[in-house]
């Protein structure tokens, strides 16, 4: 009887014993059965985080205007709608070896429309593409001319129109190109008026661009290029010649071919001006 109960108690040993092992094997398995899925679940999350950020960022595009197209280059072709100056602006561009840029007829009310709507004419993604040439003249300057880059009488600042130019910004870059030799009673930037800036350009009111005519070359204005324009676009808008019409460049080809002074020359933000 005693040899029975032992054997009983040794066979229910290793039951115990099986069970305990397989136990473990279970637990073992359903561990790494969570951790797949932790993973997989970590993978999807970050996935579709990623996924909502691109569209987002797209949405924020397609929102402003989900009419924008993709423009063609046609500066090197003449349209039928191309004026005598339009003509000699294309080949302007064309001498100065652009391979890319866009002219585009607006109506002749254009400049009474909102900025979001300009934008729509033009078929833009943002209004902030949208940029104009200014004529910016130094009445204090000891030159009178364009002689001196880094000294100029003129300069031809392009800023976006939903941007507001900062003359002290110019004024401090201006300076320290000329390593603070120049003091700060040397610089007062105004706007030129319009009869000025058609005798240095050649252009009328709301038509200035940065591309010189023929016979205005030899002036040779260097340009002042917002950074804001540079760090947010590959693209932007400019004057074309006269008011109804505009050239899209893009913003990197503009700069090799330009080689313009880059730089923060507008407000930021709640910016106030620094004295």
């Not at 108690?9 to 637990?27: D, M, T, V, Y």
């Not at 507001?164 to 320290?176: A, M, W």
């Not at 503009?254 to 106030?272: L, M, R």
Request: charged share 25%; with cysteine; proline share 3%.
């Amino acid at each position: 009887m005693e040899n029975r109960l032992e054997e009983l108690a040794k066979r229910f040993g290793n039951i115990e014993n099986s069970l305990n092992q397989l136990q473990q094997q279970l637990n073992g398995i359903s561990k790494k059965k969570s951790e797949q899925v932790t993973t997989s679940l970590s993978s999807s999350s970050t996935t579709i985080t990623t996924s909502e950020s691109s569209s987002s960022a797209l949405a924020s595009t397609i929102i402003e205007n989900p009419n924008a197209i993709i423009h063609e280059s046609n500066f090197d072709r003449e349209e039928p709608n191309d004026t005598e100056l339009i003509k000699i602006v294309k080949k302007q561009v064309q001498k100065l070896g652009f391979k890319f840029a866009n002219f585009s007829q607006v109506p002749k009310d254009y400049y009474s429309r909102p900025l979001e709507a300009r934008r729509d004419l033009l078929q833009t993604a943002s209004m902030h593409q949208l940029c104009k040439s200014l004529i910016l003249e130094n009445s204090k300057c000891v030159l009178s001319d364009c002689s001196v880059r880094t000294n100029s009488k003129y300069y031809c600042v392009i800023v976006q129109y939903s941007a507001k130019f900062n003359s002290k910004k110019l004024t401090k870059y201006v300076r320290e190109l000329n390593q603070g030799k120049l003091g700060k009673k040397q610089f007062v930037f105004s706007l030129t008026d319009a009869p000025k800036a058609f005798e240095l350009t050649g252009y009328e009111f709301n038509g200035v661009s940065p591309v010189a005519l023929p016979e205005k070359e030899n002036i040779n204005i260097p340009i002042v290029l917002d950074k804001k324009i540079v760090d947010e676009h590959k693209q932007f808008w400019i004057g074309g010649g006269s008011e109804d019409w505009k050239i899209l460049f893009n913003t990197d080809e503009f700069i090799k071919i330009y080689n313009p002074f880059v730089t923060s020359i507008t407000y930021e933000g709640n910016e106030i001006d620094e004295e």
